[in-house]
């Protein structure tokens, strides 16, 4: 049976790659582009099709940082009769705005001995100015694990089947830190490392939802992309720049191989997981997308710093939130 494949964020940066990848493992799969912005998603699938003509791509609107849109791209892929059921579903799409970088932190790590490991996870350099969505929540919050949250939820029909498994791939980063995250303020209202709580909350929310739904044959998977090239790496810094320290880049990825640079080669753990049984899979583990000096891709994966009640915890605090604004809705 042909596999239905629908990616969020998938116009532009290791979206798009995974889906021109996916094609090219398997030109039968239904693939569908989940994207806000319409004329990015037709620009999208015109470059998907150059390159698979007469590949299966359909497009949904979906702006996952709003809860009505998500829920009315739940109630068209349900009403389109489309597709019967899903068997990956990538939740990509991502934002870090406003990114800020602390040079007096840059500067002392650089001539640390935590340097190679402050390149690779960004840990004490970015910061970011949150926003409030129209729902009233934290735009990262929103966009990065709640919107996703709904949109699975809404899509439990087509993920929840005995015949067989479904797997959600959420596109995390090493980036994720516990530090970053309290349960009291999940959607870090305080704090100005918003992204690195989001994703963090991504990592507890896929253990979590692994305890709920693997015996109705849904699965959930993290991965980090490394560091990649993309529209999210050039809002920190300008393309400019990052081309500049290209050959430092290139020098750093003999010792940590996190440098993945390419929207390819960042969409490696993406791809392997697509090949793989979803039973097989770590529940605690993120796969992560490797590039070696040499510039062979390889997936690692690496056990996930969390707990299981802290994910247990998580889970009913966003279960509460979505009661609470299903009730505003009715
Ligand atoms: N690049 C890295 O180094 C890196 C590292 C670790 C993790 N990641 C994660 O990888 C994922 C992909 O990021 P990327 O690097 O490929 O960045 P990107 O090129 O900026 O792609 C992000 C995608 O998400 C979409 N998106 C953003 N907000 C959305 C919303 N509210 N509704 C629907 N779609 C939305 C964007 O659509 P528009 O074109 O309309 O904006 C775009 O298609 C993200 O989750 C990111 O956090 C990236």
Same mark, same amino acid.
């Given at each position: ?19 021109? +990848? ?57 009403? #389109? ?19 800020r970088i602390d040079f007096n932190a840059f500067i002392n790590g650089l001539f640390s001995r935590k340097a190679i490991h402050m390149f690779a996870t960004g840990e004490g350099l970015l910061t ?12 990262? *919050? ?6 996703? *949250? ?21 596109? #995390?980063?090493?980036?994720? +830190? ?14 100005k490392e918003?992204?690195? #709580? ?22 959930? #998977?993290?991965?980090? %992309? ?13 393309? *400019?720049?990052?081309?500049?320290i290209?050959?430092i880049?290139?020098?750093i ?9 390419? %929207? ?49 915890? *998580? ?16």
């Open positions: 049976m042909k596999k239905v494949v629908l990616v969020t964020g998938a116009n532009s940066g290791i979206g798009l790659a995974l889906c021109k +990848r996916l094609l090219s493992v398997d030109d039968q799969i239904h693939l569908c582009l989940a994207c806000r912005n319409m004329q990015r998603a037709e620009t999208a699938r015109a470059a998907l099709l150059c390159s698979h003509p007469g590949a299966d791509i359909a497009l949904l609107k979906v702006d996952v940082g709003s809860l009505k849109s998500v829920l009315e791209a739940a109630k068209e892929l349900k009403q #389109s009769k489309r597709y019967r059921r899903l068997d990956y579903l990538y939740l990509n799409a991502g934002i870090m705005p406003n990114p970011q100015e949150d926003q409030v969505t129209e729902d009233g929540l934290q735009n990262v *919050f929103a966009t990065n694990v709640f919107g996703h *949250f709904i949109l699975l939820r809404e899509l439990e029909p087509f993920l929840c089947q005995s015949e067989k498994e479904s797997l959600v791939i959420w596109s #995390s980063s090493s980036n994720a +830190r516990r530090s970053a995250f309290s349960l009291t303020d999940y959607q870090h209202t305080q704090g918003s992204y690195s #709580s989001s994703k963090y909350a991504t990592d507890l929310l896929s253990v979590a939802l692994n305890n709920h739904y693997n015996k109705q044959g849904l699965y959930s #998977s993290v991965v980090c %992309p490394g560091l990649v090239m993309t529209h999210l790496t050039y809002g920190i810094l300008p393309p *400019f720049f990052w081309t500049l290209l050959p880049m290139l020098l990825r003999m010792f940590t191989n996190s440098f993945t640079l390419s %929207p390819y080669n960042g969409a490696e753990a993406l791809v392997w997981l697509f090949k793989q049984k979803p039973e097989s899979l770590d529940p605690l583990a993120k796969y992560y997308s490797c590039t070696s000096g040499l510039g062979s891709n390889y997936v690692k994966p690496v056990k996930m710093d969390l707990d299981e009640e802290a994910a247990e915890a *998580f889970y009913q605090k966003l279960l509460d939130l979505e009661t609470k604004y299903r009730c505003w809705q009715n």
